[in-house]
């Protein structure tokens, strides 16, 4: 529901993306991330305890399947726009990110959700 591009583990900029994304969708019920430097700090783990809605939930050592389907998801940007088109441009590489993340959001269909897009599967398609 949200993202954002950093070059350093800063649980601050975590924080952040956290919020906007709270701001336009609401409180999640869950918060899953794995066990990375930013996501266990005092920062990060405070902010989401304040979210009385919200859980937090961590992915266990070794778990790495726990979040198959945004690895899958990143492992798409990285292969179908980031490795094809390589920028030294910060500015540029947040906007083809963000660029790729509305066409596979609205435009791309996927087989595992019946040929439909996930705007469309999470009604938020108009």
Not at 17 to 40: C, F, K
Not at 101 to 121: A, C, F, G, M
């Amino acid at each position: 529901m949200g993202w954002n591009l950093s070059n350093t583990l800063d649980a601050q900029v975590c924080k952040e993306v956290i919020e906007h994304a709270q701001a336009i969708h609401g409180a999640p019920q869950i918060i899953n991330t794995d066990q990375g430097s930013q996501y266990t700090s005092k920062i990060f783990t405070d902010y989401v305890a304040s979210l009385s809605q919200t859980k937090l939930s961590m992915d266990g050592k070794g778990r790495a399947t726990d979040n198959a389907y945004i690895e899958r998801f990143w492992r798409s940007i990285k292969y179908e726009h980031i490795y094809l088109n390589p920028t030294d441009d910060t500015l540029e590489l947040y906007r083809g990110i963000d660029r790729y993340i509305k066409y596979y959001n609205n435009e791309l269909r996927q087989r595992k959700l019946s040929n439909k897009t996930p705007k469309y599967v999470y009604g938020l398609a108009a």
